[in-house]
């Protein structure tokens, strides 16, 4: 079975959650590669630390300026100030979390295990509103509006205000998804959501499909190898939009003009990370590729950290960065995938991509540390 790590399988229409990964009987994962020694070419501290409850969903952490969003499995939810970890607010969603955190800055979103969208203020609930589903993506905050994708692929928007519900558009969808975290983001007035191995831009006002286009070929021989949903976090540059299909490929699509700019076969599970000259993104086996912006063609790719479980990555000037199972943060060179830097955490997974507020750059691990570092 390809790509089993971390994916869960929900059944449209029942109750049942079955988990694929880790299941008995499969084969022995094999052993994460040995770190290899080299010497730092960057400088990098943690300069502040904090702490929530372990993390145990999908979690998504939203950055607004100068401020960091998190939240942690029992329904807490922080927002702390990016250059000192200084408590701006803090709030409960009141029971644990199953997908968060979206913010604009004012308006804060999360979704509870029993399927609640839960919206705070300075952290305040503002409202709380039964969806009757599984969500497990990240709430999309912007425009004073809320958007979720739910777990059967459906799109629906709320006031951000009130929580009253706007409109929502229901696609004919697959009898699996992912429990992992998908597709739903803004480029400029259009809204970008997922929907199987599709992404669909819409018009956030109305819910009207804009365009939408395949990004990936579901392969496999049964349900399970077929899922291809696109998958967070996705990466934007200009007026192109990178993003994963599960087990499937890597894409990039012009979303101004709602245009495929290519696409290419690759087993992988994480999202993308992306800057002017190349999209990067590592395989189920944890092989680390980079793509040439412009043309799709493989610009390099490293085999230094197979197995050893990746996070999604963050592209920045300084670096490629990836977390990993052990919790270590790793600093690599864009251009050729060289080790530039090397930090510990707590020694737990980094639970989501790291990212980054003006020169501070956060880590979250499953224990709940949040790691603030820098890099000069």
């Known amino acids: 079975m390809k790509a089993t790590r971390k994916l ?7 109750s049942l959650v079955a988990v694929l990964a880790g299941c008995a009987g499969g084969p022995e994962k094999p052993k994460s590669t040995a770190l290899e020694s080299f010497t730092p070419q960057l400088n990098g501290r943690v300069v502040w630390n904090q702490r929530v409850d372990s993390v145990k969903f999908p979690l998504s952490v939203a950055v607004s300026p100068g401020v960091f969003t998190v939240a942690g499995d029992d329904g807490t939810v922080l927002a702390l100030e990016a250059d000192t970890g200084r408590e701006l607010w803090k709030g409960t969603a ?6 968060g955190v979206g913010s604009d800055g004012r308006f804060t979103s999360v979704i509870t295990r029993d399927g609640d ?59 699996l998804t992912l429990a992992q975290g998908g597709v739903v983001a803004a480029y400029k007035d259009t809204l970008l959501a997922g929907q199987g191995s599709r992404l669909a831009g819409f018009d956030p006002k109305n819910g009207d499909v804009r365009w939408e286009i395949v990004i990936g070929s579901p392969r496999g021989t049964n349900e399970v190898e077929r899922l291809a949903d696109l998958v967070a976090p996705i990466a934007r540059v200009g007026d192109v939009v990178c993003v994963r299909s599960f087990q499937a490929a890597v894409g990039c699509v012009n979303a101004e003009r709602g245009t495929l700019n290519w696409s290419k076969p690759l087993g992988g599970i994480e999202g993308v990370a992306a800057d002017e000259q190349f999209a990067y993104g590592a395989d189920a086996t944890d092989r680390i590729t980079a793509w040439k912006m412009a043309t799709g063609e493989v610009a390099w790719q490293s085999d230094k950290f197979l197995y050893r ?17 052990e919790g270590v943060v790793h600093f690599l060179s864009r251009d050729k995938g060289d080790t530039l830097l090397r930090v510990n955490t707590d020694g737990s997974p980094v639970a989501a991509a790291p990212v980054i507020a ?13 790691f603030a570092l820098r890099a000069e």
């Open 94 to 99: 009141g029971a644990k979390l199953g997908a």
């Open 117 to 175: 969208l839960v919206t705070l203020e300075a952290g305040r609930v503002l409202w709380r509103r039964p969806l009757n589903m599984r969500v497990t993506t990240a709430p999309l905050v912007a425009g004073e509006r809320v958007f979720i994708l739910g777990g059967d692929r459906s799109v629906q928007a709320f006031d951000a205000l009130d929580g009253s519900k706007l409109w929502a558009v229901q696609r004919p969808t697959d009898p």
């Open 358 to 370: 003006g020169g501070t750059l956060l880590v979250v691990t499953r224990n709940g540390g949040l």
């Open 309 to 325: 479980g990746l996070s999604a990555p963050l592209a920045t000037p300084k670096a490629l960065i990836f977390g990993d199972a």
């Open 8 to 14: 869960l399988m929900t059944v449209l229409g029942a």
